[in-house]
Each structure stands twice: as structure tokens, then as C-alpha cells.
């Protein structure tokens, strides 16, 4: 007589086995593990892709106030000194490294276009594919359909482009989530995704 590994619980439920529930926790586990994470250094060694997005630095909060405006940074969720300190720094190791970028790009965020600033890497431009659709005041769709024009249009360049922009965008395009002012690395080419850790 075959006997079943199961966990037998209170009514209303019943029991039922368990290797099946330990199978499906080891598969969440390990794809949570597959997130490729570089730090600075090692992709500079070994480089990845030919876009590096950025998470604007540390600006407290959630979201943005309900009298938000695009063109006014008094309405908006801006970076503290904390955030503005950690866009310094990024700056600074990115020229340390000698990283090279032909285009900075950035969200028409205030927090985005300061971070951008405060990076000193190269003169910007504001593109609204890059902006926050989290709490829908823009569309969602518009938004990545022009951000994926860009991507397209980069498909087969080998040069180095920034972008600097939101954690909803990023996680969108790439299915990966970074802290304020984390980065991820971005082939046009496969559309593959590695984590690079410039400041953690």
C-alpha cells in the first residue's frame, strides 16, 4: 500500500501532498536567483548590452501629489539631498570607470532630469517614453510604444546610450526592479536584462 507525503489540515480542507508545494517554492526561489547582478566594475570588464537604464537617486515618497504637473517641480516628488549626494557619487564612479556614453537621455521628471544633471556626464535630452505612468498621468502604452521606437532605432548600435528614468519603466521593459539610483544593462539586440549594482 502506497502512502501519499501529505499535511493534513482542519476542516474545510483536505489533505494534500506536499512535494508538489515544495517543487513550485524551489522553482519561485530560483528564479528570483536568475537576475544576473553586475557590480560597476565587472561590466566594465565585461560588457553587457548598449543601454544602461538608471533609476533616479533617492527622492522620499510614494508616488506623486494629486496637483501634479509636468512642468512644475514644486508639484512633483523631487530628490533630497540624500538623492542628490547619490547622483554625485554615480557620476563620479561612471567617470572613474571611463565609461563612455553618446546620448544621455532622461524622463521629463524634475527627479529624473536632476539626477541627470547631477551625473555630469553629458548633455541631456528629455524623452517622454521615459516618463511614469504609475499613477496614470500618462499612458501607459504611449509611453513604452515611444520608448520602443527609441530601443528599435538602437538595435544595431554598439555605442553606450543612458537613460535615466523610473523603476515602473524599467521593470516594464526589462522585468527587473532596482533601487533609487540602481541601473540595469539592456542588449536592443536580444532584449536581455542584467542588474548592475553602481551603488550597493
Known sequence: MQILNTVLLPSPFKAFPTQPICIFL???LFKSNLVFSYTLKEYVKKPF?????????????YGDPQNFALNDCSTQR?????????????????????????????????????????????????????NSFFQGFVSK???ISKLKIILDSLEHSNELVLMVTHQV?????????????????????SKESRKVNILY
Open 26 to 28: 524551489v522553482l519561485i
Open 49 to 61: 548590452g548598449n543601454v544602461l537604464f538608471i533609476r533616479h537617486t533617492m527622492a522620499p515618497g
Open 78 to 130: 523631487n530628490l533630497d539631498y540624500e538623492g542628490k549626494s547619490q547622483a554625485v557619487q554615480i557620476g563620479r564612479r561612471i567617470k572613474k570607470e571611463r565609461i563612455k556614453f553618446v546620448k544621455v537621455f532622461s524622463s521629463q521628471w524634475c527627479r529624473c532630469v536632476e539626477t541627470a544633471q547631477l551625473l555630469d556626464i553629458g548633455e541631456i535630452t528629455i524623452e517622454p517614453g521615459l
Open 141 to 143: 502604452e504611449k509611453t
Open 169 to 189: 519603466t524599467i521593470t516594464a521593459l526589462t522585468g527587473i526592479s532596482v533601487k533609487s539610483g540602481g541601473a540595469v544593462a539592456f542588449s536592443t539586440k
